[in-house]
């Protein structure tokens, strides 16, 4: 069962968190890309059930949780991450980061090394002037004032023709509840992240997932960060596009079985 928790910061900003129950497994905690609030992982997170307790928050800006006004960064989204931690009394967890969610396990790793048991990376960019930027056109068709038109955007970075193209299907398209201003503030703090001096400071085991035809965050960056985090694995997935950790999980789960396993998580629970 997931239990929701208000987590009271510092700084005034009450982090919505929603935690499963212990049952004696390791914590995982699943962070989400640009936009999103916790429910990016809301089909997902049920896949690491059997080796998991799980554990989701809702980023500033997003979902249910309440944060000053004002620009933040990856590195105060990681902090929060560590508040969230503190408040579960969890001192070690796994981290799984897609997207803008993998900039924020980047910062968290780095920076909080006795907090990190384990990393996952998707379809995530170092930033900075070393990252690999999308193009041109997929910077307008991300701004196109049409929503109709933005949307099925989305929908075809995200997904391979095969998926299809009915965006309800998804929970990676964005919290539909959020601000323009807060949408701003995500995109700001995406686009400001550069954690190239960081990456080689990265103790925790390291697995470095992408698909092979993102737009959004080419896969030049994946291989990028797999060079620069001491002996992290990189698996490109052929064909997958910036969503391919969702449309096609079902390869992924042995990826992430055999990673996971041979960082001494204790295999998959029954019964």
């Known amino acids: 069962m997931t239990q929701h928790h208000v987590v009271a910061l510092a700084d005034g900003t009450r982090l919505g968190v929603d935690a499963d129950d212990p049952g004696g497994r390791p914590v995982l905690v699943l962070l989400q ?77 780095a920076r909080h090394p006795d907090r990190v048991a384990s990393l996952v990376l998707a379809a995530t960019s170092p930033g900075g002037p070393q990252a690999v930027e999308r193009s041109t056109a997929v910077r307008r068709a991300l701004a196109d004032v049409d929503p109709v038109r933005r949307l099925g955007a989305l929908v075809g970075l995200f997904y391979t023709p095969a998926w299809g193209t009915d965006p309800s299907r998804s929970r990676l398209l964005g919290d539909p509840t959020m601000t323009v201003a807060d949408r701003q503030r995500h995109l700001r703090a995406s686009a400001r992240h550069d954690a190239w001096d960081l990456l080689p400071s990265v103790a925790a085991p390291t697995l470095v997932l992408h698909g092979s035809e993102d737009a959004m965050a080419p896969v030049r960056n994946a291989h990028l960060i797999a060079a620069r985090v001491p002996q992290a694995r990189l698996h490109v997935h052929e064909g997958g596009r910036h969503g391919f950790f969702d449309e096609f999980a079902d390869d992924l789960d042995p990826v992430l079985d055999a990673f996971w396993t041979a960082s001494g998580v204790p295999g998959r629970m029954t019964g």
Do not use: I, N
């Open 33 to 109: 890309g640009q936009a999103g609030a916790g429910s990016w992982w809301a089909d997902l997170r049920r896949r690491f059930d059997d080796r998991f307790r799980t554990v989701t928050l809702d980023q500033r800006g997003t979902g249910s949780t309440l944060a000053p006004p004002g620009d933040f960064s990856t590195a105060l989204l990681a902090e929060d991450v560590v508040g969230a931690l503190d408040a579960l009394g969890v001192d070690r967890a796994h981290v799984y980061g897609t997207s803008m969610g993998g900039r924020v396990a980047q910062v968290l790793a």
